[in-house]
């Protein structure tokens, strides 16, 4: 099994700034991509910022020039740093791992429980 846990959400202003973080722990392998995903009240989760393990990266339109993934493979751990927020940033934060493998081969796709951004003045 593999548990990922989210830390640095809260309420910012617009045009504020926050970093996310994800750690994934258990008996990991490897994970093929980790990522971050949003689901606002009301709307269908998407995707916002997903990076492979050979760094390359994806960003929702909506994030690009503003957002910015990081992956430091060694500590299985993903960042979000998101720049410029915007009111329509607001929603729950949700990290993603991939296709993480164990050492004992189980491969599955994991989430963690979520972290809600808050843009407001």
């Known amino acids: 099994q593999v548990q990922l846990v989210e830390t640095g959400g809260g309420l910012v202003q617009p045009g504020g700034s926050l970093r996310l973080s994800c750690a994934a722990s258990?008996?990991?392998?490897?994970?093929?991509?980790m990522g971050w995903y949003r689901q606002a009240p009301g709307k269908q989760r998407e995707l916002v910022a997903l990076?492979?393990?050979?760094?390359?990266?994806n960003y929702a339109d909506s994030v690009k020039g503003r957002f910015t993934i990081s992956r430091d493979n060694a500590k299985n751990t993903v960042y979000l740093q998101m720049n410029n927020l915007k009111p329509e940033d607001t929603a729950v934060y949700y990290c993603?791992?991939?296709?993480?493998?164990?050492?004992?081969?189980?491969?599955?796709?994991?989430w963690g429980q979520g972290t809600q951004v808050t843009v407001s003045s």
């Open positions: 990076v492979t393990s050979d760094s390359s990266t």
């Open positions: 993603n791992a991939d296709r993480a493998r164990t050492r004992t081969g189980v491969i599955g796709d994991y």
């Open positions: 258990g008996r990991i392998f490897s994970i093929y991509a």
